[in-house]
């Protein structure tokens, strides 16, 4: 039995229920549906961004609306036009079934003309931004004088925002037996003195403790050098191969001067802010949601609204004003139970900002150390292994076999391995080994120093990661029960898709060996090996990268070690459709010329993104002659 059907929605909501796939009530929903439908009350409902507060109101308030009637009957505020429009477009998912029921947006950035139009031929239901709303009220384009019931959703950020006059001013039109639904994820003053002036006695919903963050992020955060926050924004991304992220800039200006840098250096992104137009923004969340975009630099303002599903992490490239805001900024991640991470790149004079965010969302964040340039090679060709083991062989290949086995006839299966990762790992090897450590500057006190690794520490990698619905708590938890280890036994855990690194003092390493390479999980043996860097990645000494060569030959599965270099030299050569010889659109990445006056070398550059093992289509810049 589907868990909504408790929840006392008629069978119209429950067909749109079943073809939307919802089964499980969230605890918002789960709270708020059975309260609103059993009695005419005014509500206050505390709960984080993505926890599926517009289906909290948006069933109950479709069941209430007469849909005969075609005059205005409710009024849905919400801080931007992204917002808004999601809205709109669940409620009318919901009510699809429902016939004559009419949900109208409005919003700036588009014909008030054609909105009032809509309204007139008759909307039951208007979702507006405050705004434009008073903007058609102090035009008598619409009359909400009769409504029956009014939601606020997002109430915080419209305040924050700086809507409190427009809202009062809206609210004031409303009339007095309306019903007011209030939704937040944080209660400011401004947030108590709305509910205070214009509801009547409301109850109150609270989903977790009040003001804290989801369950379902980790946080952690890492300190650079001001100079060095972009780098470090580059290689978490390079860390994080199947990264799929919103950036976060306090400025516009920020925004697009980040967005327009990662592009120039191979990434997929772009920004969002509020100086786009409402058909460039509808672009760039069209191609974000069809992961086309991997990473979106959005200020607040513009990220307010985005429900994208999957979002691995939020980066905090610079901490917002507000602390509270921050709530909102990782509430994009970890949604519908899906674990999700969010990262802060601070200075050493932001450090204060880290605990006082923490007594907020009563969590903790985990200190950590920007990957060197070695570990992000090790990641990297790990990521890679993991891609072409998971790669699904398309059989139209088959007709060009022939062709391809000649070319390839004279190497030997660890040579032809060897030459094929190389092709994508070359790149990394070529640009990182000559990189400095961004957290050098870091050493120190003794807690930074902890940070870097000892020679009593070891770093292990193992075979199970995000796809098996850990992140770095809840993977830190199941090594230490597993292992039956101390709280802070466990350190490091650095959690990838298909693999996972972590670090234990070199005491423990031969049960670590001996436990976890013992056990299976879903019917898959678990297999631990030490990592290249033994625990101190940052010391370098050669023993893995640069000079010595990857050590162990994973791709051949054999045991034995070669001390020969098999990824060196050469630049990076990206080759498009093509298995070798030399072609005219061969590009060679030594050789690229700085752009915009930049008076770097293009070997200072991260390297390009791949495009022959890539996640989605990657947006190239067309080549000059």
């Not at 019917?523 to 000079?547: H, L, P, Q, Y």
């Not at 162990?552 to 498009?576: C, I, L, V, W």
Request: glycine share 8%; hydrophobic share 35%; net charge neutral.
């Amino acid at each position: 039995m589907n868990k909504f059907e408790q929840l006392g929605l008629n069978e119209l909501l429950l067909l749109a229920v079943k073809d939307l796939g919802f089964e499980n009530p969230s605890e918002v929903q789960e709270k708020a549906i059975p309260m609103l439908l059993e009695a005419d009350i005014d509500i206050v409902a505390l709960a984080q961004t993505g926890t599926g507060k517009t289906a909290a109101f948006g069933f109950p308030l479709i069941q209430k609306i007469d849909a005969e009637n075609r005059n205005t009957q409710a009024l849905i505020l919400a801080p931007t036009r992204e917002l808004c429009l999601q809205i709109t477009n669940e409620l009318k998912l919901y009510s699809k079934y429902v016939k004559g029921l009419d949900v109208v947006a409005v919003y700036g950035g588009a014909s008030i003309t054609d909105q009032a139009r809509q309204i007139k031929r008759g909307a039951q239901i208007i979702v507006a931004t405050p705004g434009r709303m008073q903007d058609m009220i102090n035009r008598k384009l619409v009359n909400i004088s009769q409504i029956d019931f009014c939601v606020l959703d997002e109430a915080d950020e419209m305040l924050n925002m700086g809507f409190y006059e427009d809202m009062v001013a809206i609210l004031s039109e409303t009339p007095d037996t309306k019903n007011t639904w209030l939704f937040s994820a944080t209660m400011p003053a401004e947030v108590a003195r709305i509910a205070k002036e214009f509801m009547r006695h409301p109850a109150e919903i609270t989903v977790g403790t009040r003001n804290s963050g989801s369950a379902t992020v980790s946080h952690e955060f890492y300190m650079v050098q001001a100079r060095d926050r972009y780098e470090a924004l580059k290689r978490l991304a390079d860390a994080n191969p199947d990264i799929f992220s919103v950036v976060f800039c306090r400025t516009k200006r920020d925004t697009q001067q980040i967005a327009e840098k990662l592009i120039e250096d191979g990434y997929n992104a772009a920004a969002l802010h509020g100086d786009l137009s409402q058909a460039q923004r509808d672009g760039v969340m069209k191609s974000f949601r069809g992961r086309q975009i991997q990473m979106l630099v959005a200020t607040d303002v513009a990220a307010r609204g985005i429900d994208v599903d999957n979002i691995t992490h939020v980066v905090n490239y610079q901490l917002p004003d507000e602390i509270e805001t921050y709530n909102h900024r990782s509430g994009r991640t970890g949604r519908a139970g899906k674990l999700g991470t969010s990262i802060v790149i601070i200075t050493k004079s932001e450090l204060r900002k880290i605990h006082a965010i923490e007594k907020i969302i009563k969590q903790k964040f985990e200190e950590k150390t920007i990957p060197s340039g070695m570990e992000i090679c090790e990641i990297q060709l790990l990521h890679l292994a993991n891609k072409i083991k998971d790669t699904e062989v398309d059989h139209e290949i088959d007709n060009y076999l022939p062709a391809i086995m000649g070319v390839l006839e004279e190497l030997d299966k660890e040579e032809l391995i060897k030459k094929m990762v190389s092709v994508e790992f070359n790149r990394f090897l070529n640009y990182y080994k000559k990189t400095k450590d961004l957290s050098a500057q870091a050493r120190g006190t003794e807690s930074e120093r902890k940070s870097f690794g000892s020679s009593n520490e070891v770093r292990y990698f193992v075979n199970i990661g995000s796809r098996d619905e850990f992140n770095w708590m809840s993977l830190k938890d199941f090594l230490r029960d597993t292992l039956e280890l101390g709280k802070e036994d466990v350190f490091k855990v650095d959690v990838k898709e298909g693999f996972s690194f972590f670090n234990t003092g070199a005491e423990h390493s031969e049960r670590v060996m001996e436990t976890l390479n013992n056990i299976t999980m879903d019917g898959r043996r678990i297999n631990v090996e030490i990592s290249k860097d033994g625990g101190n990645s940052r010391g370098g000494g050669g023993k893995s990268f640069g000079g010595g060569g990857f050590e162990k030959k994973k791709f051949a599965r054999r045991g034995e070690r070669d001390t020969r270099s098999d990824f060196g030299g050469g630049g990076f050569k990206k080759e498009k459709k093509s298995f070798g010889g030399d072609k005219p659109w061969k590009k060679e990445f030594t050789d690229k010329a700085p752009r915009r006056g930049a008076d770097r070398n293009a070997t200072d550059r991260a390297p390009r993104r791949s495009e022959s093992f890539s996640d989605a289509p990657r947006a190239r810049r067309p080549r000059k002659g």
